[in-house]
């Protein structure tokens, strides 16, 4: 079963939190100093796995960032970049064709810019143009690089004041990321693994993932990104409370078109009440249609620990998916075919 894992990919799922102990010296070595007295807004730009980074520090920051943050997934930029702008610049590969359009169209607006990636085209310009550039360790896939994406950035936000309160002393995180890897690690662990058993649930399903705004938003996403590229699955997600003034009323088509279907609801123990009484109340008109729902729950204290306990459970998830269905989870011929055919194009 496991000889599918051609790329060793479970070896990057054990040692993430070798991504956060080199934050500190990522962010040293990079040497930026931000003006942060003149930055009113804060643009990220980035696609796929290192866009997701962006929509994560909204959401783990959302109630500590003291300026507005956007993440931009377009070929353009904002009009309303100015000097009083902090672009930050994402590419793991340094050659995104979309994020490296949207740079263009900020480059002579007076900017504070700061680049996020490996190498490629951006960190060339990066160089050339004395942007800050945190430059990433190479030999990772995108969507395995988000810690050593995420925490730098953390970090970098966090010590330039524009966010309030951050974890600057992250020992206690790593500890908690690395038991949870544990956790999941079959068969070294013995026993119940309860990211192998889900992923066998899922198994001939079409996953449905819900989470909860604001810290959780992005959690859900991630998961179903990670299904579709690690799992070789379709998967579908949506975010609670916006999903109870639209998606609900989706519930009331004929059950027959439901059978395929299963809802994960992705949760805290304690979300703001109302949303506690959607949940519930969602997850009723759900079971009704005869459709299973599986509840999983964020472990650890802090909204960091929280977060980061459920995103890499779909991780862990989604890998186990990929060795059920025989498939490498490294492996994404769908989308190295359209890169190879848009370059056609060019």
Known sequence: ????????????????????????????????????????????????????????????????????????????????????????????????????????????????????????????????????????????????????????????LGESGLSKNYEADLNSFIKFIKNLAKQNDYPSKTGHVFSMDLARTIQNKIPVIYSTAPYLKTISTRWQNQMHENGKSLAFRNVLPEMNHNEIVGWEMDAEQLKNLIVIFLENEDPHPRIRQRIALSKKIIKNRGVQVVDIYSKGSTVLEKVFSLLLMGDWVSYYLALAYKKDPADIKNIDFLKEEMAKLD
Not at 65 to 86: D, G, H, I, N, W
Not at 127 to 151: C, D, H, S, Y
Request: one cysteine or more; proline letters at 3%; a negative charge.
């Open 1 to 156: 079963m496991y000889s599918v894992d051609k790329t060793g990919y479970k070896k990057v799922l054990l040692h993430f939190h070798e991504q956060v102990e080199q934050s500190s010296a990522l962010l040293s070595k990079s040497n930026i100093s931000l003006d942060s007295a003149r930055i009113k807004n804060i643009l990220y730009f980035g696609m796929g796995g290192s866009g997701i980074v962006g929509d994560l520090i909204h959401d783990v920051l959302f109630d500590e960032l003291t300026v507005p943050f956007q993440v931009v997934r377009s070929y353009l930029a904002p009009a309303f970049c100015s000097k009083e702008t902090l672009v930050i610049v994402s590419s793991y590969s340094g050659n995104t064709e979309e994020t490296l359009s949207a740079l263009e169209g900020v480059k002579e607006s007076g900017a504070q810019i700061v680049a996020l990636t490996s190498g490629g085209k951006l960190a060339e310009l990066a160089k050339a143009n004395n942007w800050g550039l945190i430059e990433l360790p190479t030999g990772f896939m995108p969507r395995q690089a988000l810690g050593v994406m995420f925490f730098p950035l953390y970090r970098l």
